[in-house]
Each structure stands twice: as C-alpha cells, then as structure tokens.
C-alpha cells in the first residue's frame, strides 16, 4: 500500500508540475497588460517601467515561472496586483465558502442518486427505468448555469421561498448546493444503475434467490453492498468536479468563493490572484482522483496494488 501511496503522489506531482506551467503560459500569453489597470492610461513610460520591475513583469517569462515556482514552494502564492494583500490570504477568505457548498451539493447528489440508480436497476427494461433514465439525461445535458438562473427565477424570485443570492445563512446555501446536486446526481444515478446490474446478473445473486431468501434481503445484503464499491470510489472522483464546477454558480448565486474570486481576478488580469485561486482548484481536484485511486484500493481486494 506504501508503494502504490508513494507512485500515486509522484504522479500528482508531476500532474501539478504540468498543470502550473500550463496556467503560468495561458495567463501571461494572453493579450493585455494588467499595468493599464493599476496606473491608467495618463502616466509616464518611466513610471510604468519602475512599477513594471517592482512586480517583475519586465523578466523573460522563463524567471518569472522559476521565480513563481520558487515562491509556491515555500508557500508563498505572491501579492494581489490589484487589491495589494497576499494571495494565500485572499484564497483563505473564501476557501471554505466554495468547500461547505461542495460538500453539501455532493452529499445531495449522492442521496438522490443513489436510490433513483437502484429503482432503475431493479426495474430495468420497464416503464420506471425508461423514465428514471430519461430524466437523468435531460439532467446531464441541462447546463448547470441554465439550471441555477431557473431555480432563482421560480423558487426564489417567483415564490420567495429562498432568497435570491448573497451568503450567511443556511438559506442562501440550499439553491446553489441544489443546482449542482441534482444536475451532478443526473451522471451519478446512471453510473449507480450500471454498477447494479453488472452486480445482480453475478451467479451468487442467483445462488442467493435460488436458496429462497427475500428479495429484500438479496438486495440490500448481498448486491447492494458490492454494487456500491465502486459507487464509494466515485464519490471521491466527484468531489473536484463539484468543487471546479462550483466556480459558475458562484457567479449566478453572487456568492463570495473561489470561483467569484478567480472571475474578478480574471477581468482584472491580477495575475497572481488567478494563478493562485487555479492551482488550488487543481489541486482539489487531483487529490479527489488520488482519493478515489487509495480508496478504491482498499475497500476492492481483488485490485492488486502494483
């Protein structure tokens, strides 16, 4: 378990290595100067220049990545060109904002779908599986963001049942976690259903109903149990989608999380603010992947750790 734990972290490493080199490029290839936006257009060549070198944009981008890579390594993700305060604290101030949405839209998505992937499996090739599943299609092509603008539309400005966006209390957190828990529980069921019915056509599901038990009992001790280990392994795989795919309903919710924080970074070209705020969202996300990797290891014996 040690030398797969270790071969798993080098690859991570290696997979942020090329995710920071990807993001430092993107950003400082793109047109525009983020200098226009820190001292506007009615100012001397001379004093661009001073503050041009005071935020070592004036060195070849391969010092500025060394320089980047030099300074993440210590911790330090560099200073807001715009707002003037250290990145790693501007990111503190929303982390856990963008994490308590994930955590709730993915703990939706799991109970809504697990149930519905079980009654698909169960009544497969039936009017209820025909229709679970069209549903959860309709689900996996309605666009999050189109989603999220319709619950705000009907529950929060038609019947004023939440309100319609801002953060601090439990109310503001149910629409933006059920915009992404049910268009995410969409994918989930369908996967659930899947792994159902690999496990119920398996000879001891067979053995187990020739022996007389209960269908209850067949299901949920026998085939349930085994159909949901890889189901606990994707909710590890879920969780950087949930947390890279919270980024645009923070925009719509008007809630104050990483993906609020990297747009107006973006729109204001703050550099390190972006390059920050993105390497945390990867990082989530590739720890989700080594998450679901060890977890899927453990709880599946017949995986050899090689």
């Known amino acids: 378990m040690l030398r797969y734990f270790a071969r798993r972290m080098t690859f991570l ?4 290595l090329g995710m920071t080199i990807i993001i430092f490029s993107m950003l400082h290839l793109a047109p525009g100067d983020p200098i226009d936006l820190i001292v506007g257009p009615n ?24 320089g980047f890579m030099k300074s993440l390594l210590h911790g330090d ?4 060109i715009i707002q003037h305060k250290p990145v790693s604290e501007l990111i503190a101030e929303r982390f856990f904002v963008t994490l308590e949405l994930s955590i709730t839209a993915l703990v939706i ?14 009544k497969r090739n039936t009017i209820t599986d025909y229709s679970l599943m069209a ?49 995410d529980a969409a994918l989930v069921a369908r996967m ?36 949901l280990i890889p189901i606990i392994t994707l909710f590890g795989l879920r969780i950087g ?26 729109l204001a070209r703050d550099y390190p603010v972006v390059q920050g705020t993105m390497i945390v969202l990867t990082t989530c ?10 977890l899927y290891a453990i709880v599946d014996p017949r995986i050899k750790l090689r």
Do not use: C
Not at 112 to 119: E, F, L, M, S, T
Not at 193 to 217: C, W
Not at 257 to 266: P, T
Not at 285 to 294: H, P, R, S, Y
């Open 13 to 16: 490493v290696l997979t942020l």
């Open 77 to 80: 993700l560099g200073e807001s």
């Open 135 to 183: 549903v959860s299609l309709i689900g996996i092509s309605m666009p999050t963001f189109w989603f999220g603008l319709m619950l705000l539309y009907i529950v929060a400005f038609k019947l004023r049942l939440f309100p319609i966006s801002g953060y601090g209390t439990w109310k503001h957190l149910i629409l933006p976690a059920l915009t992404i828990g049910i268009t």
């Open 192 to 227: 659930v259903r899947s792994s159902m019915l690999e496990v119920i056509r398996q000879d001891y599901i067979r053995t187990a109903r020739s022996k007389g038990l209960a269908e209850r009992v067949v299901i949920n001790k026998h085939a349930l149990r085994n159909a």
């Open 43 to 66: 100012v001397t060549p001379e004093v661009r220049e001073n503050i041009r070198h005071q935020y070592g944009l004036d060195e070849p981008l391969v010092v500025q990545y060394f």
């Open 285 to 294: 996300i590739i720890l989700g992947n080594l998450f679901a990797d060890v």
């Open 109 to 122: 998505s799991f109970l809504i779908a697990i149930p519905i992937g079980i009654k698909a499996a169960l």
């Open 241 to 266: 989608w949930v947390v890279g795919g919270s980024v645009v309903v923070e925009i719509v919710f008007a809630r104050p999380g990483l993906g609020r924080l990297m747009v107006d970074s973006i």
